[in-house]
């Protein structure tokens, strides 16, 4: 089991920036590709960004490209998304979620709110 807990959404304005952080407990977290995830309402949820278990290689939407940055602290269990630029169309609930080499993501955080206002 691997327990995931997000913060640092909140309300801001079309323009800024926001660093949300992802804790993990439990398993060893450096055993982990992690990622990113949004839903806004009504909509499917769908990939932000992913990094992989060194932080060697990271992945990003066509969406969030340039403006999102992802990055991870193995020593400190945690992993954080740098976002920048930020539009009204970035609202959402962001989730981070962890998965195994070969497997789909398989746990889960309880998301946090990103609300963008134009």
């Known amino acids: 089991q691997v327990q995931l807990v997000e913060s640092g959404g909140g309300l801001v304005q079309a323009g800024g920036s926001l660093r949300l952080s992802c804790a993990a407990s439990?398993?060893?977290?450096?055993?982990?590709?992690t990622g990113w995830f949004r839903q806004a309402p009504g909509k499917e949820r769908e990939f932000v960004a992913a990094i992989s278990r060194s932080g060697g290689s990271t992945f990003y939407a066509d969406s969030v490209k340039g403006r999102f940055t992802i990055s991870r602290d193995n020593a400190k269990n945690t992993v954080s998304l740098q976002m920048s630029s930020l539009k009204p169309e970035d609202t959402a609930v962001y989730y981070c979620?962890?998965?195994?080499?070969?497997?789909?993501?398989?746990?889960w955080g309880q998301g946090t709110q990103v609300t963008v206002s134009s």
């Open positions: 439990g398993r060893i977290f450096s055993n982990y590709n």
């Open positions: 979620a962890v998965r195994s080499p070969g497997r789909e993501y398989d746990y």
